[in-house]
């Protein structure tokens, strides 16, 4: 397989999934490519599951040779928590993954020497051919450079100038357990189920996830659950201050949670949640949080400059849609540079259908927020366009 002949070398931005998916994609095309990663060695994925989406299986099996069921595991049934206790139950078949597992079978397929981590990129200059990626004292001209450094990108002004996240007005408390770690009756109820709960503005979900190096065996596995719950931009300054007085600001990582926020989390999780949710956080020796944020793009091309994944929409985790959509825009391109007689032809074609995407995604995830009841003040006045806030 070949792409249009005036494509032969890209340039990426950010070696997280959206990086990397386009990389596997473009690799695959015969394409010179490299990926910069401004952080160093393989990034903690504990507590961050996924639903393993069709665009993500496809992706596994076709560019990196594994079969998405042995890495994921399987649900038969959605659980529904209710006020009074009792659970509703109906079949609905899903498949969960973790963000690790997708992360090592795409590191597993790209060549070692392609990914260049620790060296983050200083500057990114559009030229007629392409751009010029700078890393430290080094300049590398390329034909096509994609921009996948996430929601906090650097490097999305290049591309569009109305695309900076919003805060959505409330955060996911998350976790992980090993599966060990569990009651034997706590394992038994939610095995083989995706659970949920609806509270007053919140929501709670969880279900099992593989263990390390991707392991689905019983009892190896882990148990990753999210809480939905409002934040004031006081509170979210508060929750995201890690137990050194540290601000961190949009997230906190595993491990850094203050004393008093976690006496908080296990406080309300006693007061509000159905007993078996709230195991589930009394058992987690190391939640963490994160805000909840919309970023939409009106441009994802800049002549030879592409802005995917999240640096493009951030899109509300109910969606189950980030992942798949990053994977979306890597295939989609793909086969775009494969089939047009032009690069120009293709990369129109791709902003087009991405576009398209990612504003239906995005829309989809702020209604779902909104139907939950947890939309704060300051996301509401963003989408009716009364504030320019950033986070």
């Known amino acids: 397989m070949t792409a249009t002949p005036d494509v032969t070398s890209v340039g990426i931005v950010g070696g997280s999934l959206a990086g990397l998916f386009h990389a596997v994609a473009l690799t695959g095309l015969g394409l010179d490519v490299d990926v910069w990663e401004r952080s160093t060695g393989r990034p903690d994925d504990r507590g961050a599951g996924i639903v393993l989406q069709p665009g993500v299986a496809w992706f596994l099996r076709e560019f990196c040779g594994v079969d998405p069921d042995r890495v994921s595991v399987p649900v038969t049934h959605r659980q529904f928590f209710t006020g009074d206790g009792n659970v509703r139950i109906m079949p609905m078949r899903q498949r969960m993954i973790s963000w690790g597992t997708i992360y090592q079978a795409l590191r597993d397929v790209l060549p070692a020497e392609r990914y260049h981590d620790g060296q983050p990129v200083t500057a990114l200059v559009p030229s007629a051919a392409g751009a010029t990626v700078h890393v430290g004292e080094a300049a590398r001209a390329v034909d096509l450079a994609i921009i996948a450094d996430g929601s906090a990108s650097r490097h999305r002004g290049l591309v569009t ?187 129109q074609t791709w902003e087009r259908l991405r576009l398209a995407e990612g504003t239906a995604i995005h829309d989809q995830g702020v209604g779902l927020g909104r139907r939950l009841g947890l939309d704060g003040p300051d996301a509401a006045a963003a989408a009716d366009g009364r504030t320019g806030k950033e986070p």
């Open 161 to 347: 100038p109305d695309g900076a996240p919003r805060y959505a007005g409330y955060v996911a408390y998350r976790g992980v357990v090993d599966e060990a770690d569990l009651p034997k009756e706590l394992v038994a109820r939610f095995d083989d189920r995706f659970s949920f709960w609806d509270g007053d503005r919140s929501q709670f979900l969880c279900y099992f996830i593989p263990g390390d190096f991707g392991t689905t065996a019983t009892g190896r596995r882990r148990m990753n659950w999210v809480w939905y719950t409002r934040a004031d931009r006081p509170e979210l300054a508060r929750v995201t201050t890690d137990r050194n007085g540290t601000r961190h600001g949009l997230s906190l990582p595993p491990g850094l949670l203050a004393p008093q926020v976690r006496t908080d989390l296990l406080a309300r999780a006693r007061s509000t949640l159905p007993p078996p949710l709230c195991h589930l956080v009394e058992h987690t020796a190391e939640p963490f949080v994160q805000a909840i944020l919309d970023a939409r793009a009106t441009r994802m091309r800049n002549h030879r400059i592409l802005l995917t994944g999240d640096a493009a929409f951030v899109v509300r985790p109910h969606t189950a849609a980030s992942t798949e959509k990053a994977a979306a825009d890597a295939i989609t391109l793909f086969q775009a540079l494969r089939q047009a007689p032009s690069a120009d032809t293709a990369l």
